[in-house]
């Protein structure tokens, strides 16, 4: 089987996309709770309309900025003076909205919002909860940002409900960004040294805390210690705030903090605070596995993600690969030289397999995409090897795309989205060995 003669445009693309196999790179991030509940609700000092406005121009200095409690003051934030090229749409005003939304300089295909199953009180007027946006760096470095607001106050009955908040969002993370690099931003209404509160679940799946590792050098606060609270709030050792950021990286990005800033300079012309709530930054260094490379993936928004990078880190070497198509693809898979097999998607359609020979490796793959239910899926898939040997399954369509292996390296996984069809695929490359 021969791709189609734009293979040769596309390798050339992806040649001069900056698909590399040591990429590093710095950006930066920005939390803020903008405290964006009608006046009269608000605790804040300041005019809502006024410091919002203002807001909307302060955080164009930040690459990734998460805000909380954009509920009535949307349209100042956005329309103002913000300059971000992409955004979250709202999901309305206090009420009916959660308030939280996420403004970025890099593209990112789509948000995903969860409200919370548990909540108490007057959190419960609202629909809280967190958001992921996959937030891509460069060319296959993907980072999933999260931002979140949990349940507020300290009364027994609200420190079960964020307790809950905190399990729901880890149950979320180890399900949809279990081999993803993570950060996760946000207002969550958490201390360590409360002993109501569980924000070391995160510790426990691999997170850590920015504050924790750049301004305590790694010291967790106790749980029962006496709270580190500050007036104002500032970056210190002894200052704990509930507006966290805490990261972890994966196979493929390592994630190294450089910086972190509780910020003070969150003022209007007369010196008084835009936000009852500090905007807390912080810098970031990346850098990617020299053995490992990943392509953009084509496709939709549906489905679950899934990604062979923690696999193709242990094992990159294939045996055999397959796809399972009629109309649309259905699934794909394949099975590592252990004798281990990952697929994804659905059983329908009808099976194509290869089994590799001694010496062969994939070195092509072509993607084309319609559009089924209002969604875009993967319509075919074809996957070649270095010995021309080749399987495909689906229908063509005029959309593709085609990814080819760099010079001595070879396809060793998969990434993308699926549910019981294919959404949306791309290539995990490694070292031909």
């Not at 950021?245 to 190294?256: C, E, G, H, M, Q």
């Not at 292996?405 to 070292?431: C, F, K, M």
Request: with cysteine.
């Amino acid at each position: 089987m021969k791709f189609r003669q734009s293979l040769l445009l596309t390798i050339a693309a992806l040649s001069s996309s900056g698909v590399s196999h040591a990429e590093t790179g710095t950006f930066t991030t920005l939390s803020y709770n903008v405290a964006g509940l009608l006046e009269l609700f608000s605790s804040a000092d300041t005019d809502r309309q006024q410091a919002t406005e203002q807001i909307s121009c302060y955080v164009n200095a930040f690459d990734v900025v998460n805000v909380q409690e954009d509920f009535n003051y949307h349209a100042a934030l956005y329309d103002t003076c913000n300059t971000h090229t992409h955004r979250t749409s709202t999901t309305g005003g206090m009420g009916i909205g959660s308030g939280l939304n996420t403004m970025s300089y890099y593209p990112f295909p789509g948000v995903y919002r969860v409200s919370w199953d548990n909540c108490n009180g007057v959190d419960c007027l609202t629909p809280k909860g967190f958001t992921l946006t996959q937030v891509q760096l460069s060319e296959g470095v993907y980072v999933d940002v999260y931002n979140l607001h949990t349940q507020a106050q300290v009364a027994e009955a609200d420190l079960s409900a964020r307790r809950a908040n905190i399990l729901q969002l880890v149950d979320y993370i180890n399900q949809h960004s279990s081999d993803n690099a993570v950060i996760i931003a946000g207002d969550t209404n958490t201390r360590f040294t409360r002993e109501g509160d569980n924000i070391r679940e995160l510790l426990d799946i691999g997170f850590s805390d920015v504050w924790v590792d750049l301004v305590r050098h790694g010291s967790i606060p106790a749980s029962g210690a006496e709270a580190l609270v500050c007036d104002p709030k500032i970056t210190d050792f002894n200052c704990e705030i509930v507006d966290k950021v805490l990261y972890r990286s994966n196979a493929f990005i390592n994630l190294t903090p450089t910086d972190y800033l509780v910020r003070v300079d969150d003022l209007n012309s007369n010196g008084e605070k835009l936000s009852d709530h500090p905007p807390v930054a912080a810098n970031w260094h990346y850098s990617t596995n020299v053995n490992m490379q990943l392509s953009g993936y084509s496709g939709g928004t549906g489905g679950q993600f899934f990604s062979d990078v923690t696999a193709v880190d242990a094992n990159p070497d294939v045996a055999s690969v397959w796809l399972r198509a009629g109309a649309r693809v259905d699934q794909i898979g394949l099975t590592d030289s252990t004798g281990t097999s990952r697929s994804y998607g659905g059983t329908g359609g009808n099976l194509q397999a290869l089994t590799l020979q001694t010496g062969e490796y994939v070195t092509a793959v072509e993607v084309c995409l319609g559009v089924r239910n209002n969604s875009q899926r993967v319509f075919y898939t074809a996957i070649e090897t270095n010995q021309q040997r080749a399987i495909s399954g689906g229908t063509t369509t005029a959309n593709c795309t085609q990814y080819q292996a760099p010079n001595g390296w070879q396809i060793s996984g998969w990434h993308g989205r699926a549910a019981n069809e294919l959404d949306a695929l791309g290539v995990i490359y490694t070292p031909v060995n």
